[in-house]
């Protein structure tokens, strides 16, 4: 009997339209032959909509847009949506972001006793805090760059302490941000004062990290349903024009150079797949993880971990997966397998 899977996309995130794509792209490729699919849109007000797929063709417009979309029920509050999780075997989670990615939303399935894909609450609330995540890092012995914490209430680093040991170039980001929203490269100190002006309306805390002169990778984990974890192919990162790995680089085609198998050697391939399962491993993270990385001098400094990495055609999961020889099918049968699995 086919397993019902209800894809979950949107979310009130900055992510949101990311978070969209992911979802189409997983639609696309899931197999009705194997699964009955329900997709669940939610909006920037956390209003659920959903439609069983598997009766119904979709288009993106119905996904931007479920209000308006003649295929989609709802809206229906968190607190009064039984009817979107009848018969779920398993949510296939293509969320992004605050809310999403956060634990939030895992939670929310933890309470309906609906099984899911990715990490558990611990994992991905620490996950997508990157100053708490850090600290974590830190604590296990793996490098990370030199940083300064700005808090709004004055408590943290101040505006001349941080030029003082950042210097510039020097990044800027929300510690609960993704996919390259909320972060920005500060070329001077004008550059630094107006991000951070800008951040403080999403966080009380700004995290301030040097620039780290070095190749970027990023190194996917992969949890299959037997319970091994094994490393996927690290991923050399090489933006076309951006200075670095943001979001037009992220998510336009032709804006970044994404190679896979990374062309450096072995030796160096083996400590980015160690880095990244201890850094999976210290997160408790579940099912899938993509750890990204700057090797600068001979060391590997750790950026970053995302708990629920993109999906969409131009992410580096899915490129990982098929340099192994794999299918973006078979690499979501095995999250959906391991989601399953969990639950059991």
């Not at 909006?43 to 959903?50: A, C, D, R, V």
């Not at 931007?64 to 003649?70: A, G």
């Not at 040097?210 to 190194?219: A, F, I, P, R």
Request: charged residues 20%; negative net charge.
């Amino acid at each position: 009997m086919a397993k019902q899977v209800n894809v979950i996309m949107g979310g009130p995130s900055v992510e949101h339209e990311v978070s969209l794509a992911t979802g189409w792209e997983m639609l696309t490729h899931l197999d009705t032959e194997k699964y009955t699919v329900r997709t669940v849109v939610i909006t920037s007000g956390k209003s659920f909509y959903y439609t069983d797929t598997s009766t119904l063709q979709l288009s993106r417009d119905d996904l931007f847009d479920p209000e308006k979309s003649q295929r989609f029920k709802g809206p229906f509050l968190p607190g009064m949506s039984e009817e979107i999780w009848h018969g779920c075997d398993v949510a296939l989670l293509a969320l992004h972001g605050e809310f999403g990615e956060d634990g939030t939303f895992q939670g929310f399935l933890e309470t309906l006793g609906i099984p899911y894909t990715g990490s558990g609450v611990f994992a991905s609330a620490v996950g997508m805090n990157k100053i708490a995540s850090k600290y974590l890092y830190e604590k296990n012995g793996m490098l990370t760059p030199p940083s300064s914490i700005y808090c709004t209430n004055g408590e943290g680093a101040t505006i001349d302490e941080i030029s003082n040991k950042h210097g510039y170039p020097c990044f800027v980001k929300c510690p609960q941000s993704g996919s390259s929203r909320l972060l920005g490269r500060a070329d001077s100190r004008e550059q630094l004062e107006k991000m951070i002006h800008s951040f403080s309306a999403y966080t009380s805390e700004i995290l301030v990290e040097s620039d780290m002169k070095g190749d970027e990778y990023s190194c996917p984990i992969l949890e299959y349903p037997s319970g091994d974890i094994c490393p996927l192919p690290p991923i050399l990162i090489k933006p076309v024009r951006s200075e670095f790995f943001d979001f037009t680089a992220k998510y336009s085609e032709g804006e970044c150079e994404e190679i896979v198998p990374a062309p450096c050697s072995a030796e160096l391939t083996q400590r980015m797949q160690k880095v990244a399962l201890q850094a999976h491993t210290v997160l408790t993270c579940s099912g899938i993880s993509r750890t990204d990385m700057i090797v600068s001098q001979g060391e590997i400094y750790i950026l970053e971990t995302n708990t629920l990495p993109g999906f969409t055609s131009t992410s580096l999961v899915p490129k990982a997966f098929v340099a192994l020889g794999g299918t973006y099918g078979e690499l979501l049968d095995i999250l959906i397998q391991t989601g399953i699995g969990r639950g059991d």
